[in-house]
């Protein structure tokens, strides 16, 4: 091999290694905020849940507060 081939080879080798290592590591940080994603649906879930039943019971004493206005 000529020296300029065997520059080209190392060089192509040190650049493929990059990008490899580049995406395994993109891969690395998607699955990490992937996680990060599935931790706030739960969080945001239960607390639309517990809003929702703060919800319920607020219309529920004005309903009552109503009904006995009437009566």
Known sequence: MTAD???FTVAF??????????????FTEMRA???KFDELRRDLAEEFRA?????????NARAAAIAAARS
């Not at 080798?13 to 993109?26: D, E, I, Y």
């Not at 809003?51 to 219309?59: F, K, S």
């Open 13 to 26: 080798g040190v650049l493929a290694s990059f990008v490899v290592a580049g995406f395994a590591l993109l």
């Open 51 to 59: 809003q929702r039943a703060e919800v319920l019971a607020q219309t």
């Open 5 to 7: 081939v065997l520059s």
């Open 33 to 35: 905020l992937d996680r």
